[in-house]
């Protein structure tokens, strides 16, 4: 009797180790830590990272490489924003402090998830005058990406 493995559909929810990193390392790695548990064609995983799952076997371990931009799309400069330091207060601490270089998370608009925006420049004299530049491209976004996975569940 053969017994065949269940394979990931575009539909799956998956328990896996996954590792993505660019040029500059991993950004997300979970080997050595607590699987990752999510759902294929929820947004949790970019439609090209996913689609190098589709049709794997449970138990399979692999490492895909993906050209420059196309895991997480171009970096695409309107993807920068400035926001005043009265908006930063208005959703969330008055007291925070940023640098450059920090992440900082941000709820949706509907306030049931959450985004990430990376601190590139400050301006202004006071705490009250200031604004800060943000970068909310996915940090490899136009970059090649090694994507690598290890597929322990698959439902």
Not at 43 to 63: D, F, I, N, Q, Y
Not at 81 to 103: F, N
Request: with cysteine; charged share 15%; net charge negative.
């Amino acid at each position: 009797m053969t017994v065949t493995l269940p394979c990931v559909q575009a539909d799956s929810f998956l328990t896996l180790h996954y590792r993505l990193s660019g040029p500059a390392g991993d950004v997300i790695n979970t080997f050595g830590g607590k699987p990752a548990t999510l759902s294929l064609g929820t947004g949790e995983l970019s439609p090209a990272v996913e689609a190098c799952l589709l049709g794997l076997e449970e138990g399979t371990r692999t490492t895909f490489e993906l050209p420059a931009g196309a895991a997480f799309g171009e970096r695409n400069p309107e993807m920068q924003q400035w926001l005043a330091r009265k908006v930063l207060t208005q959703m969330g601490d008055p007291l925070e402090t940023y640098r450059v270089g920090d992440v900082v998370q941000f709820p949706t608009p509907d306030g049931q998830g959450q985004f990430a925006g990376v601190v590139l420049q400050l301006r202004g004299d006071t705490p009250a005058k200031q604004a800060v530049l943000f970068d909310f491209n996915h940090p490899l976004a136009g970059q090649p990406v090694t994507f690598e996975a290890q597929l322990i569940g698959i439902l």
